[in-house]
């Protein structure tokens, strides 16, 4: 393998130059940290794992050292390039549409991952590794955000950045150059707020900073476990992801933020009863680029039953034979939603 090549005032260089690149391509923020373990998160995902607060997820808590470990994605690592790119709003859904996250809306992790590219081009130009890492198993991308010093963690556990919020998807690369100067993490921002706690439809933040996976909605909607009876009527007309506690955050009232770039939309909210009457391959076709549990379209339907107990019109017999079709699934776990919406909505046998 060859070496790198010797550290240099050429870095300082090549770390403008990468800012540079980030800001003409309108990402929120850029920041530079090391590659050292991310200690924090090594031991935040250990203990929850421990206390059952993951749940039944995988991503990072799969193998908690390998994602906290940058040596683990690059043997000769140096430093982590972090960047923040912003995204816009959302339509309210209309009558018998289903809420989608502001994050899902548009595929806003691919234009992250098309800016990333880049500045992993010009690293590899001037003669370095470079290697891309976004939303994946192996980096805790919040704790690298932070350490490198483009936002604090807010109560509701985001990452936020001063002066857009926590309206960010965020992304890495990792190389072996050293581009950092000094790790210096943001003060918190957050002072005595606490709306995001307080406005949780189901009390999932159980402590600053700390989300119950097993009561988060974003999680409950996508994972492949039937939603807890507890938390259905809470899961609303939410389909796909939650904002609930970053709808309500002061640092993200501000939707004039001039540093929202252009919002490919792909959807901005879905039919519930679409949702249930598409086959596998239109479901999948419209909904492709979330993260569903196995790639498993049933678990889109489970939760769009969900939605239509909660925002159903019962006198619509369409409404009511989808529910009878549904009733009778194979698939014992749509039946069981099924037949839990037709109660809700009054229409039980
Ligand atoms: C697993 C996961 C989830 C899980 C669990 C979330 C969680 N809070 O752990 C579920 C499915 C619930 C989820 C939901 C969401 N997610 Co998610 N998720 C991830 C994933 C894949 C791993 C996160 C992880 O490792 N968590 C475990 C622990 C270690 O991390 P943490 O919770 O951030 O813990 C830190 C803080 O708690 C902090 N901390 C610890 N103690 C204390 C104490 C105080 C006082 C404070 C303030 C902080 C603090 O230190 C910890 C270590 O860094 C990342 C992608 C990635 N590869 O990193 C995306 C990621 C975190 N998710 C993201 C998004 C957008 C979301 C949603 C907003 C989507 C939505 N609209 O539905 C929600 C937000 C829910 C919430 N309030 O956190 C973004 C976050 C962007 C941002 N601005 O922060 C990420 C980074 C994806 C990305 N690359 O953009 N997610
Ligand atoms: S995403 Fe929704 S359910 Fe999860 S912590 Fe935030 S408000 Fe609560
Ligand atoms: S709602 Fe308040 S406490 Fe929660 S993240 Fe926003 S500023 Fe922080």
Redesign the pocket.
Known sequence: MPTAPELSATNSDLASQIAELGKQQGLAAVGFTSAEV?E??LT??NS?KAAGLAAE?Q???RNPER?TDPIRALADAQSIVAC?LAYGATASPKPGEARV????VGNH?ARLRAVLQQIAELIREAGYSARVH??????????V??RAGI??????????VPGVG??????NVITNASLRTEDVPLP?G?GPCRR?IDGCPTD??V?????D?RR????LV?GPEPIPVEFREAVGNRI????E??EVCPENSDPGNPKVPGNPKVIEALGTMWVLEATDTELMDRVGHWYIANRDPNVVRRTALVVLGNTGDPTDIAVKNLLELYSHSDVEQLAEHALWASERLGLGQ
């Open positions: 991310l924090p998160a935040v995902l929850r997820m991503f990072t808590y994602s923040a996250a502001r994050y899902a992790y976004m939303d994946d198993n192996n980096l805790v991308d919040r704790n955000a932070w936002g604090w963690f807010g109560k509701n556990a985001n990452l936020l926590s309206w960010v998807v965020l992304g918190d957050c995001c999932a933040i402590g600053p900073g700390i989300v996976a988060c909605i974003a999680w996508q796909y992801g939650c904002d506690c970053q």
